[in-house]
Nanobody
């Protein structure tokens, strides 16, 4: 079955950086686009970044464009999210998932996520 294991979250000061990782299994990883999402307390889960199966195209939510970079290593079935210049309003649980289309997650399964906390 599908498994998604996110890691790399933690506490960082505003303006700082974190690199998140997501190990995915249960699907032919290299055939799927992958995405990162985040959910802040009391808010809906929102799309953050996506990457095509080959890594040749990446795309981002307007709020993170220019600060976040998504990448993948198909040999390791892992997708990454480099987050720079983190803002105080960005604390959330970050999740990865396979994508059915540019912004839509595939299926209903989600991993446990990784918590990102930003201090001002």
């Amino acid at each position: 079955q599908v498994q998604l294991v996110e890691s790399g979250g933690g506490l960082v000061q505003a303006g700082g950086s974190l690199r998140l990782s997501c190990a995915a299994s249960g699907r032919a990883f290299s055939r799927y686009r992958m995405g990162w999402f985040r959910q802040a307390p009391g808010k809906e889960r929102e799309f953050v970044a996506g990457i095509m199966w080959s890594g040749g195209r990446t795309y981002y939510a307007d709020s993170v464009q220019g600060r976040f970079t998504v990448s993948r290593d198909n040999a390791k079935n892992t997708v990454y999210l480099q987050m720079n210049s983190l803002k105080p309003e960005e604390p959330a649980v970050y999740y990865c998932n396979f994508l059915a289309s540019d912004y839509v997650p595939l299926g209903d399964y989600w991993g446990q996520g990784t918590q990102v906390t930003v201090s001002s």
